[in-house]
Structure formats: structure tokens, C-alpha cells
């Protein structure tokens, strides 16, 4: 165990012996004391309430609460307790994290390809992940979905879903919060919510809205900018309309607005001057090492800044980064209770703008400068959902239809070495998309005895792509197009392409409850995952850049226990997953020219062989344990391309180990109560893309411990915290970019925040 939880797990058991005769008085009284039992945690992982513990799936739930006291702020950081997940910067946004599961990941943003974990924001799927690492507003609970979701959460989810929950309005009373903290870096946050009954038992609005900002750690030693600020504003309005006891429905808007830096590049790797690759080709432009400063380099190779060095926040741009993100969500969702069960509906849009500009290779000189543009990416989602009970009650169904539709538009526009090589813009390049989905599904899970239960699912999809690649020409009174385009009258040089994909998906499983408290199951799932098309390689490449479906079936072992008169909770998964036409984002080589490009592509086969374990214990009144482990042995079984065999490469993104381990103290006092926490966790070494250059191409294993102590007063009205992430400072690699192999001659990387800490306030009425 780290030795920061073990020192607080001493001063936990001193302060219980300072306030032990506090404690005994105010039991005297009869004030509430900590619970003496575990909580039960109710989740809707199969698409209705159940306890958590009764479910025969991988899932991992956090409360809000739970989430506050851990110092939560964003989606990304509940991974740090959640076995065999991991979390990395997008490389072209700050807005846009990318999440790995299981093995299962996909770094790529643009709106020709769909991830591999799903986002649901109260039920409705984000296609997009811009906008999924802004603050968790008014959160009731976040669950963790571990392996293929092919049935009811279907939506090309191969990996696992992220399904987020906010609350909605209630007429228990005119009710809400507001608070304000305060941090290092000038970390200002400002949040507030507001529930009203409007009529009772009828109508009802709840508000919330957060803004917060800082001013950012890393700093131009030229200019004195602070490219790492960020400004973000969220707001969600919810409206609640019950007409009848049998029919309600809620109304919801949000409006996620960031301004602020991109993910900045740190110069990491130089090639040395004329290097050429075991053909004699040339590997960089070599011209590059002119434009550097003596103190760049040392012998033409060496790298700049390191993991460990304390350049990480000091560096000297061309230009600033900066990443502006806007997100609008609507959605209407309808639930009818009936005799026979309960009728859902859920009807979304979803609209995503957002631009980065980056200076990728995180020195004063134009080398290479990329301005992203995701513009216009609009989705509609609608869903028809009906559930029940039948015969006799032993039949618990779920059927229902979905439908998604998407469109919009990836620009990319690139300057390239134009100290040397002169006015190297490229002129703007990028494809139009549109996507389309179906799918029917059925699920039922029949109680065959008071023990034994069985569980099986069918889902039919049905995926449509469109792409209109494009670039602007130059000079339009001598159009030369790229290979693999024509001519418009637009000013562009234009190809479309179009492929179409189905497939069946499924889960089955058998679960026996051996005693009330201990529930074991097997089960098999199979996701299937929409091919698509490259948007940032030329329409030359084959199909314009196409790629196929994947398919991942998945083989699971389960157990669920309670001991102890539920003090100890433990929940143990193996599983083994068969994948099968893999969609790898990875850099590939021309053997000819030794010059790369990063593009999905797919990898015949692979398997990956796992476990997770995930322990809960209420030691003593007040004092509470929690820890979880994952190992993922994920490898390809065949994988070749025109470079020959890459069967043994490591899969990009995917630690082997992730671990956490948590204590918390709640302690009742004579004004209140008092909260002591730390949480540890740690995640393995991994690789970003194909590892040409180690280390400057993977991370090293990191570690991150955070801490929060916070009093609650009258009568739980007002609460006091103060807390600190990263507490020893370990700045973790987020990504890194080999723009060596692809002929620019370096390597960059993005490290994560240094370490945070601030006070908050909030008060509740």
C-alpha cells in the first residue's frame, strides 16, 4: 500500500482516538451516526433499477456524492477507480479525452469513426466525445459498463459504456446549492443548482449551471503566455411534466461552451541530421536541426524535455495553442406505465463546433502548425423502449428500436517547415461525413428457479457512411488535383466514397445465487463495431482510406459477495475476448520511402486475456476501505501490412496493470462531521503508436495519490473542503507524437497537469 494511505490511515485512527468521547456524546443524544452497514447501490446497467450486486455483469458505480468526496471533476478522472480503464488527452483537442477499456480503444476524433466506449448522458449517446471531459454538473451517479455492450447499450460500444446519470427535477420542495472555490494556477469555480416545483405533483424545473477557470502552468519563457488556461461554462436545464400517476415526461437542454489551450506539445526527440532508415532513404528533413538553438540539442540527438525534467511547464512557441468547443444537447424522454410494463421513449439532438490550433512540434520556429476544424457536427438519436414482467413474473423483458443519424465536416489545414522550405501551407483539406444507423434488440433475463437465472439478448445493426473528401485548390486557374480526386466547380478538388456494414450481436448467461449475499455467473457477449474511412490521408489510399468492421466476443467468469452482515463487499470478473478485424489507430510505414502516416487500419486478429477485482470494507463505524486491480494481456494473433509482420507490437493506449486503493474517514464532532480522504492509483507503462523511438513514444507507469479533508455544519447545510490532486507531483505523459517516422524528424509529447489544490465552499438550502 502507498505510504501516503498508510500515513492517513494513522491519522484517521488518531483522530478517532482525540474525538472518541465527542462521538459517545453525541450518540448519547441521538444524532445520526456513520452507517454500519455498506450502502446499496442501485444501477440501470441492464435498462432498469437493480441492485448492483444482483446484476451478472462487469459495473462500477460512483454516487455524486462519492464523486465529491473523491474530488471528481470530469468523467476522465472516475477511471482512476475503475479497473481496466484508462484515460488519455485527444492529441488535436483539449475537449476531447479518449477512454480505453478492456483493451479496447480508439484515439481517433473525427466523425468517420466511432470509438470503441460509449458515452450516455441520461440515456442518450454521444458520438462524439467533445465536451465529455467538462465538469460533472449535478451528477446523480456514473456507471462503468466492462466489455461488449452489443445489446442494450449497442451503439458500436466493442469495449464498455460510460453511462452518465443527472438528476431531474423533484417536488419534494423549492430546494439547491451553490458554491465557489478557489486553487493554485488562480483556479476560480463557481457552481449552482436549483429545484422548483411548479404546480404540484405536475410540474417541475431544475437548474444548474458551473463556470470555471485558471490561468494555466505552462508558460512561453519568451512571451510570458500561459498556453495550459482554460475558461469553460456549463448549464442544463431540465423540465419535468407528469400529466397523469402512469405518464411523465422530462425536457433537458445543455450548453457546454470551452475557450482555452490546447494540449501543448513538448519537443521530446530531434533526429540527427541526414538520418536515413536501412533502405537509405531519408527519415527527416534533416534541415530541421538548423532552426535550433544549440541548447536544443546536444550531438543532433538527445531529447529536449523528459518525464522527469522541470522544463515540462517552461517552453517557446510560434504561435499560442488554442482548442474553442461548443456543444448543445436537447433531448425529450417519455416513460408510460402500463399493465403489461413500462413504455420509454427518448428523442435527442446533438450539435458539436469546435476548432484547435496547434504548434506541434513545441519550438519557436514553424515547423509544423495544424489548425483542426470539427465544424457542424449535428446527430439525432431517437429510441423506443418497452420493458415488463411475464409469466408469472419469472420473465423480465426489454425490446426496443433505435435510430441515429449524423453529419458534418473534419478540416484540417497544415503550415510545414516554412523557415525552410518557404510558404508550405496547405491549402484547407478535410471530407464532409454523414452517417446512418438502425438497429432492432431484444433482451430477457427468465428465472428459472429461486436460484438459477438466465439471461440472452439479440441485436440486428445496420451501419451507412458517406464521405465527400475534399481540398481547395491552390490555384484555381491551374487546378492540379491530389491522385484519387477531380476538379469542381467549387474550387475543389472532390471524391466521394460510401460503404455499408450489418451485423448481429448478442449476449447470453447463466447466473446462480448461491446465497443471498453471493451471486456467481458466465457469460458470452459479441459487439460489433461500424467500419469507416480515414479522413486526414489522401483519397489515393485504398477505398479512400476505408476500413472494415471489427467484432469482439467476449467470455466472462463472475462472482458478487457480500460478507461479514454486508461490511465487505468483493466483486471478481475474468474474462477472454476474441477480437477479430481489429480497428487499430497506428502509424504506418512506406517501406519504400521510410515515411509514415497514422491511419486506422485493420489488424486480422487478436486476443485479450484479463481480470478485475474490486473490494469494499466498512472496517469500523466511520471507516471505509475500497480497492480495485485489472490486468489486460492484449495481443495480435495476425497482423501484417505492407510492411510485414506486426504481430508483436503492443496495443496502443492499453496499460497491463491498473490498481487504486482508497480510505475514508467520517467522523460525527459537536459541530458536525468531518471527512478525511486519500486515493491512490496507479496505471502501467504504455505505448501511443508503433514504438519506433522508446521512451519518447510510451509513458512510463505513473502513480497519483489525492487527498480531501471537509467539515459539514448546520445540520449538513454548509460544507467545507479542502483538497489536492497529484500530490507528489508526478507529471504522467498523455501522448505522445512520432512525427520522426513520418518525416519531419522529431518527436512531441503531452504531459498531464502538475500537482492541484484549492478550497471550496458550498452551501444548500
Not at 517557446?316 to 468547443?325: A, G, I, N
Not at 502516416?597 to 478485475?612: L, R
Request: net charge negative; aromatic share 10%.
Amino acid at each position: 500500500m502507498d505510504k501516503n494511505v498508510v500515513c492517513l490511515l494513522v491519522s484517521a485512527l488518531a483522530f478517532d482516538a482525540v474525538f472518541g468521547i465527542a462521538g459517545a456524546q453525541e450518540a448519547a443524544t441521538g444524532r445520526s451516526q456513520p452507517a454500519t452497514q455498506l450502502e446499496t447501490i442501485v444501477v440501470t446497467a441492464r435498462k432498469r433499477t437493480e441492485d448492483i450486486q444482483s446484476v451478472p455483469i462487469s459495473v462500477t458505480a460512483v454516487s455524486g456524492t462519492d464523486l465529491e468526496n473523491q474530488n471528481v471533476r470530469t468523467v476522465g478522472e472516475v477511471v482512476l477507480t475503475v479497473p481496466n480503464m484508462s484515460v488519455t488527452s485527444g492529441s488535436n483537442s483539449a475537449t476531447a479525452p479518449t477512454y480505453t477499456i478492456r483493451g479496447q480503444v480508439q484515439n481517433d476524433t473525427t466523425a468517420a469513426v466511432d470509438p470503441s466506449v460509449g458515452i450516455y448522458v441520461d440515456g442518450v449517446y454521444w458520438a462524439r466525445a467533445h465536451g465529455s471531459n467538462a465538469a460533472l454538473l449535478d451528477v446523480s451517479q456514473v456507471e462503468v459498463l466492462r466489455g461488449p455492450q452489443g445489446t442494450l447499450f449497442g451503439r458500436n460500444t466493442t469495449g464498455g459504456a460510460i453511462n452518465m446519470t443527472t438528476n431531474d427535477p423533484n417536488f419534494d420542495g423549492f430546494s439547491g446549492s451553490g458554491s465557489v472555490g478557489f486553487g493554485n494556477y488562480d483556479q476560480v469555480d463557481f457552481s449552482g443548482v436549483l429545484n422548483m416545483p411548479i404546480t404540484a405533483d405536475r410540474l417541475a424545473a431544475r437548474i444548474a449551471v458551473n463556470q470555471q477557470q485558471n490561468h494555466g502552468w505552462i508558460k512561453d519563457e519568451v512571451t510570458d503566455e500561459r498556453y495550459s488556461r482554460s475558461r469553460q461554462w456549463i448549464g442544463r436545464g431540465k423540465l419535468l411534466f407528469t400529466p397523469t400517476d402512469a405518464l411523465s415526461f422530462v425536457l433537458s437542454g445543455e450548453y457546454f461552451d470551452y475557450d482555452g489551450g490546447a494540449p501543448v506539445e513538448q519537443l521530446a526527440f530531434i533526429l540527427p541530421p541526414n538520418a536515413v532508415g536501412p533502405n537509405g532513404a531519408p527519415l527527416g528533413l534533416g534541415a530541421i536541426e538548423a532552426l535550433l538553438e544549440s541548447g536544443f540539442t546536444d550531438n543532433g540527438q538527445r531529447h529536449v524535455v523528459d518525464d522527469d525534467s522541470d522544463a515540462i511547464d517552461r517552453i517557446s512557441l510560434d504561435r499560442p495553442d488554442r482548442t474553442w468547443t461548443e456543444s448543445q444537447t436537447y433531448s425529450l424522454r417519455g416513460a408510460l406505465d402500463t399493465e403489461w410494463g413500462t413504455l420509454k421513449s427518448i428523442v435527442a439532438y446533438r450539435k458539436v463546433d469546435t476548432s484547435s490550433k496547434l504548434d506541434l512540434d513545441g519550438t519557436p520556429y514553424e515547423i509544423f502548425n495544424v489548425t483542426f476544424n470539427e465544424s457542424n457536427v449535428d446527430q439525432w438519436t431517437g429510441e423506443l423502449q418497452a420493458s415488463g414482467l411475464a409469466l408469472d413474473e419469472r420473465l423480465n423483458w426489454t425490446v426496443g428500436a433505435y435510430y441515429f443519424t449524423e453529419d458534418g465536416v473534419d478540416q484540417t489545414a497544415a503550415q510545414t517547415v516554412t523557415a525552410i522550405l518557404g510558404n508550405r501551407a496547405a491549402s484547407p483539406s478535410g471530407s464532409f461525413i454523414e452517417n446512418d444507423s438502425y438497429a432492432g434488440y431484444a433482451q430477457g433475463t427468465y428465472r428459472l428457479t429461486d436460484a438459477w437465472s438466465l439471461t440472452a439478448g439479440l441485436r440486428y445493426s445496420s451501419d451507412e457512411r458517406h464521405k465527400r473528401q475534399f481540398q481547395d485548390i491552390a490555384n484555381p486557374a491551374n487546378p492540379i488535383c491530389p491522385a484519387g480526386t477531380t476538379p469542381r466547380s467549387s474550387g475543389r478538388c472532390e471524391a466521394a466514397f460510401k460503404r455499408t456494414d450489418s451485423d448481429w450481436s448478442y449476449t447470453f448467461g447463466l447466473d446462480y445465487q448461491f446465497t443471498p449475499d453471493i451471486l456467481g455467473y458466465v457469460k458470452t457477449s459479441r459487439g460489433y463495431r461500424a467500419g469507416g474511412f480515414n479522413t486526414r490521408g489522401g483519397a489515393d489510399l485504398p477505398g479512400g482510406g476505408a476500413f472494415g468492421p471489427e467484432t469482439v466476443t467476449d467470455y466472462e467468469v463472475g462472482l458478487k459477495s457480500e460478507f461479514l452482515d454486508n461490511r465487505v463487499r468483493l466483486n471478481l470478473a475474468v474474462y477472454y475476448s476474441d477480437y477479430r478485424d481489429i480497428q487499430s489507430t497506428l502509424l504506418t510505414l512506406n517501406p519504400d520511402t521510410n515515411q509514415g502516416a497514422v491511419v486506422v487500419q485493420n489488424a486480422a486478429k487478436g486476443e485479450i486475456v484479463g481480470f478485475e477485482a474490486e473490494a469494499t470494507a466498512l472496517v469500523t463505524e466511520g471507516l471505509l476501505l475500497s480497492g480495485s486491480v485489472g490486468y489486460t494481456d492484449a495481443e495480435y494473433l495476425d497482423f501484417e501490412d505492407l510492411t510485414g509482420d506486426r504481430s508483436d507490437e503492443e496495443f496502443p493506449l492499453v496499460p497491463k496493470w491498473t490498481a487504486s486503493a482508497s480510505v475514508q474517514y467520517t467522523r460525527e464532532i459537536p459541530i458536525g462531521s468531518v471527512l478525511l480522504r486519500t486515493d491512490y492509483s496507479y496505471k502501467d507503462s504504455i505505448v501511443f503508436q508503433r514504438n519506433l523511438f522508446p521512451p519518447y513514444t510510451e509513458a512510463p507507469p505513473t502513480s497519483l495519490v489525492n487527498a480531501r479533508i471537509g467539515l459539514t455544519v448546520m445540520d449538513g447545510k454548509v460544507d467545507i473542503a479542502a483538497y489536492g490532486r497529484n500530490l507528489f507531483d508526478r507529471r504522467a505523459k498523455t501522448f505522445a507524437l512520432d512525427l520522426a517516422s513520418a518525416g519531419l524528424g522529431f518527436v512531441s509529447n503531452i504531459y498531464g497537469e502538475p500537482r492541484r489544490y484549492g478550497v471550496e465552499l458550498t452551501a444548500r438550502f
